[in-house]
C-alpha cells in the first residue's frame, strides 16, 4: 500500500506500529498489523517460519507500507533513533525478530534459529508501558 508521510502520521495516532527493517536495510516498511501489541506478540511467537516472507512481507497480517520515498526513509529513520516504537528485522528464520521499545527484549517467532536465546521476554512493566505510551502521544503530536 501507498500512503504518503500526513497519511502514516495520522494512521499512527489510532494504530499500533513496527518499523520492520527487510533484509539487513533492502526495505524499510511501516507496518500495522491491525491488532494490539499482545495479539501480536503472541501471533509472532506461534509463527512456525518466516519463509512465505522471504520474498516481501507484504502477506504480514495488516498494513505495510514501503518507506521507499527519501520523505519517508528520514522518517522512519528518525523513529527508529527514538526507540519509541516496536521494531522488527524479517529475513530468514535465523535472524528475523521484533524489538520491544527503548531496548526491553525481544521476541522470536516458533521457528527460530538463530544463536540468541529463544526464550523471549514480553513482559513490560507499567511504568515502562506509561513511557511508551507518553512517547508516542509525544510523537504523534509532530
Known amino acids: 500500500?501507498?500512503?504518503n508521510l500526513n497519511e502514516i502520521k495520522n494512521k499512527m495516532k489510532n494504530e499500533f506500529l513496527i518499523l520492520l527493517e527487510e533484509e539487513y536495510g533492502?526495505?524499510?516498511w511501516f507496518w500495522f498489523?491491525?491488532?494490539?501489541k499482545e495479539e501480536l506478540i503472541v501471533w509472532w511467537e506461534r509463527l512456525e517460519s518466516v519463509d512465505?516472507?522471504?520474498m516481501t512481507p507484504e502477506p504480514l497480517i495488516g498494513t505495510l507500507i514501503e518507506a521507499k520515498e527519501e520523505e519517508l526513509h528520514e522518517f522512519f529513520s528518525?523513529?527508529?533513533e527514538k526507540q519509541v516504537y516496536m521494531q522488527g528485522h524479517i529475513h530468514v528464520d535465523d535472524d528475523s525478530y521484533l524489538k520491544k521499545p527503548y531496548g526491553k527484549g525481544y521476541v522470536y517467532h516458533k521457528g527460530y534459529s538463530g544463536d540468541f536465546n529463544p526464550e523471549s521476554d514480553t513482559s513490560m512493566s507499567l511504568e515502562e508501558i506509561k513511557l511508551?505510551?507518553?512517547n508516542c502521544l509525544d510523537e504523534r503530536k509532530k
Not at 33 to 36: A, K, L, R
Open 33 to 36: 498489523p491491525e491488532i494490539t
Open 52 to 54: 512465505s516472507y522471504f
Open 78 to 80: 528518525h523513529l527508529e
Open 1 to 3: 500500500k501507498k500512503m
Open 26 to 28: 533492502y526495505r524499510e
Open 132 to 134: 511508551v505510551q507518553k
